[in-house]
């Protein structure tokens, strides 16, 4: 009889389904031990993203402060929304006697910004990356507009050898 | 002790009014008495929904306002006191304002009836399980009236699911509390928890008892239209089922009373089951409130069950929820009813 094989295999199965739940609630009710719960505000000195998260933009600088930034402006025209603006300069390298240009301000607009991962496709030097900072909360909007190269830096010697 | 407090209650109202405006307002007293549980009830339980919700999906539920979250529930409850009351234009208005305390009314009338101790109980009457299970199905008229009333379709489908699971939900339910009345030979309350002093109803009556507690819990989820049998409101179908239509405190009616339901089914159940308000062998019987205190332990316990079905199985459609009852539930508990008068007869019972 299927019936009766039926209500027994069915209870069965069901507490097995408790069990199961019911050790999640037991451990996390008496230790807290598998909660995934993040209490943001509180816990901000400790809360650290993952690395492929994307926070923002920002721009690599090595211990010397200088930072892979050629000024080609592939950023701010690979970018949908404006949010990157490049003001650049040229100057004579004593050298080899040509302009080389360089960067002034690379300025990135995070309050327009929607985490596409465009711009950093695009720049061939990988100058910019992804900062897994995510806590940009601000009072003026003004705040979130940011210069990403570090004042006082300079471009990296180039080295002959493949990142 | 706590006798002697309605006493004197009792005997300075008598020293400033006539007996019978007394009457009238010790009335009026718990009458009022019986809303503020209702609502303090309601919100606990709301809050202890979440918060068990919470434990069993690995997070932590409501925990920033109050202690441990406790005040959440009354900062949504004001919320929804200050919203408008919406209605659809085509609405039957008259019904439709009136649903909800069908709702709230029934739920009043059925908490009257549950012995929180041994002196706390407002209305003691001879038929009183009669009166529970046949008052907390009028529950359903509420329910019922609001999907028809909204003249929305979502709201109407989950009133007739509402009418299907509580026609057929409703005869579980009163035949296992049957069972437990041939056990105890009486339908008062305070008389059946007297009776399990030597012995809670789930162990005296063994294994009908314990059939009949399994096939009640079953179909007390039924009746309080909790998962896994909420087709009522299946928000994955139906939006929000009946109270669609529904906003502000009206819709904090229903949501309350669906809470003080799955109290009033619990406290049947431990009632009929667990003993009451009697202590586990009967330890604290000479401490005052103790009574209030194990009441209140195993309806918790009760509840907790409730949730955690509600956190465990996935819900059913409606013709496998009908398939349970008439094939299933309906039959055993008919055999059940037979086991236990023959145990009864041959003395089997303990």
């Given amino acids: 009889m299927s019936y009766f094989s039926d209500i027994i295999n069915g209870t069965k199965s069901l507490l097995i389904g408790m069990r199961i739940t019911g050790k999640y609630f037991f451990v996390n009710f008496l230790t807290r031990k598998d909660v995934i719960t993040e209490q943001y505000p509180d816990n901000l000195e400790t809360l650290n993203m993952f690395d492929r998260y994307r926070g923002e933009v920002t721009m690599y600088h090595n211990e010397n402060n200088e930072h892979r930034c050629d000024a080609c402006t592939l950023c701010e025209k690979a970018c949908p929304n404006g949010s990157i603006e490049i003001i650049s300069d040229k100057e004579l390298n004593p050298e080899t006697g040509k302009n080389v240009r360089y960067i002034v301000k690379h300025i990135y607009h995070l309050e327009m910004c929607t985490m596409c991962g465009l711009c950093i496709e695009a720049c061939p030097q990988d100058a910019i990356q992804w900062g897994q900072n995510f806590h940009h909360v601000q009072y003026d909007r003004g705040k979130l507009t940011k210069v990403l190269n570090k004042p006082g830096s300079k471009i990296m010697i180039k080295t002959k050898e493949k990142k | ?350």
Avoid: C
């Fill in chain 2, 1 to 350: 002790m706590i006798l002697n407090i309605f006493t004197d209650i009792h005997n300075l109202l008598l020293g400033l009014m006539s007996a019978k405006a007394v009457h009238i307002t010790e009335l009026v007293l718990i009458g009022v008495a019986y809303l503020g549980i209702f609502a303090v009830l309601g919100l606990f339980l709301v809050w202890l929904e979440r918060r068990v919700a919470g434990f069993f999906q690995l997070r932590l539920g409501p925990n920033r306002v109050g202690p441990s979250g406790l005040f959440q529930t009354i900062a949504d409850a004001l919320k929804l006191v200050s919203k408008e009351l919406t209605g659809t234009v085509k609405a039957d208005k008259q019904l439709y304002k009136i649903a909800p305390y069908f709702v709230i009314t029934t739920a009043l009338m059925a908490m009257a009836l549950i012995p929180f101790s041994q002196e706390i109980q407002a209305f003691d009457i001879n038929i009183g399980v009669f009166f529970l299970i046949s008052v907390s199905s009028i529950g359903v008229l509420g329910i019922f009236l609001a999907g028809w009333s909204s003249n929305n379709k979502y709201s109407l489908i989950g009133g007739m699911r509402t009418g299907i699971q509580m026609i057929s939900y409703e005869l579980s339910v009163g035949m296992a509390v049957v069972t437990m009345v041939v056990l105890a030979g009486t339908l008062q309350i305070s008389e059946i928890v007297e009776l399990q002093k030597s012995g809670w109803f789930i162990f005296t009556g063994h294994i009908p008892a314990i059939i009949a507690f399994m096939i009640f819990m079953i179909a007390g989820t039924a009746e309080s239209n909790r998962v896994p049998f909420d087709l009522v409101e299946a928000e994955s179908e139906l939006g929000a089922g009946f109270h669609t239509e529904y906003s502000g405190m009206r819709f904090a009616y229903y949501f309350l009373a669906e809470f003080v339901n799955m109290f009033i089914i619990a406290s049947i159940a431990v009632v009929l089951f667990f003993g009451g308000w009697l202590s586990p062998f009967g330890i604290t019987d000479a401490i005052p409130f103790a009574g209030l205190f194990w009441f209140t332990v195993k309806v918790i316990a009760v509840i907790f069950i409730f949730m955690w079905f509600r956190w465990t199985f996935p819900r059913f459609r409606i013709d496998q929820l009908l398939t349970l009852e008439w094939k299933y539930l309906l039959p055993i508990n008919m055999v059940n009813i037979v086991l236990m008068a023959l145990m009864v007869w041959l003395g089997l019972t303990f």
